[in-house]
T-cell receptor
Framework: DAKTTQPPSMDCAEGRAANLPCNHS???????VYWYRQIHSQGPQYIIH?????ETNEMASLIITEDRKSSTLILPHATLRDTAVYYC????????????WGLGTSLAVNP | DAGITQSPRYKITETGRQVTLMCHQT?????MFWYRQDLGHGLRLIYY???????DKGEVPDGYVVSRSKTENFPLTLESATRSQTSVYFC?????????????FGPGTRLTVL
C-alpha cells in the first residue's frame, strides 16, 4: 500500500472550513484513499473514502487531484467537536484488513 | 444497539501476570481486529480474525494470544505481561472484507503493566 504524508498539526477557527492535506505520490490505480479520525481517548472513526472522483457525505468532502497523488479532506464548518487526529490511509482494493496507520494530523479547532 | 464494546476499560496489572482483554460486537461482522496504540506510533495491528476459528498475525503479534470461538467475541490474552505491553488497546470489526468495507472501533482498553 502506498505511503502517505500529512502535516503533524493544523489549526482552524470554529465555523470555518478545515482543509486537511494528504500526499500519496506513489498511489497506484487500484488503491483507495481513506480518512479516519480519532477524537481524544476514543477509538478511530471512519469518515470517508474515494478512488478517483470527489466524494461528499454528511461528515466531510474528499477532493482527490486528477493525478491522484494528493487529496484534501474538507470539514466545511468545523466545530470544537471536530478537534481530533485525522488519518489519511491508502488501501489497495480488497486489502482493507491490514491498515497502515501513520501519525496523522492533529487538528485543533479554536473558538 | 451496543455495537462494539471492550472490557475492562482500564486495567492495571503486574509483570508476569496473565491478562485477557475482551471485545464483543453485536453486528455479526466477519472480521475482527486488535490494535495497540503507543505514543509516537500509529495504531499497530496485533492480530485479526476473518471468521470464527480463523485468526492471523498482524504487525506486532509477539507476546499475545487470540481466539475466536464465537463470531461476536475476540478476546486478546497477554500470557505473561511485560512493561512494554503498557498501551491502549483497540478492538475493531468489519463486515466482510469487501473492497471498500470500513473498520468500526471500540472505545479502547488502557492497560498499565507495573
Amino acid at each position: 500500500d502506498a505511503k502517505t504524508t500529512q502535516p503533524p498539526s493544523m489549526d482552524c477557527a470554529e465555523g470555518r472550513a478545515a482543509n486537511l492535506p494528504c500526499n500519496h505520490s506513489t498511489i497506484s490505480g487500484n488503491e483507495y484513499v481513506y480518512w479516519y479520525r480519532q477524537i481524544h481517548s476514543q477509538g478511530p472513526q471512519y469518515i470517508i473514502h474515494g478512488l478517483k472522483n470527489n466524494e461528499t457525505n454528511e461528515m466531510a468532502s474528499l477532493i482527490i487531484t486528477e493525478d491522484r497523488k494528493s487529496s484534501t479532506l474538507i470539514l466545511p464548518h468545523a466545530t470544537l467537536r471536530d478537534t481530533a487526529v485525522y488519518y489519511c490511509i491508502v488501501i489497495k482494493a480488497g486489502n482493507n484488513r491490514k491498515l497502515i496507520w501513520g501519525l496523522g494530523t492533529s487538528l485543533a479547532v479554536n473558538p | 444497539d451496543a455495537g462494539i464494546t471492550q472490557s475492562p476499560r482500564y486495567k492495571i496489572t503486574e509483570t508476569g501476570r496473565q491478562v485477557t482483554l475482551m471485545c464483543h460486537q453485536t453486528w455479526s461482522h466477519s472480521y475482527m481486529f486488535w490494535y495497540r496504540q503507543d505514543l509516537g506510533h500509529g495504531l499497530r495491528l496485533i492480530y485479526y480474525s476473518a471468521a470464527a476459528d480463523i485468526t492471523d498475525k498482524g504487525e506486532v503479534p509477539d507476546g499475545y494470544v487470540v481466539s475466536r470461538s464465537k463470531t461476536e467475541n475476540f478476546p486478546l490474552t497477554l500470557e505473561s505481561a511485560t512493561r512494554s505491553q503498557t498501551s491502549v488497546y483497540f478492538c475493531a470489526s468489519m463486515t466482510s472484507g469487501g473492497v471498500t468495507d470500513t473498520q468500526y472501533f471500540g472505545p479502547g482498553t488502557r492497560l498499565t503493566v507495573l
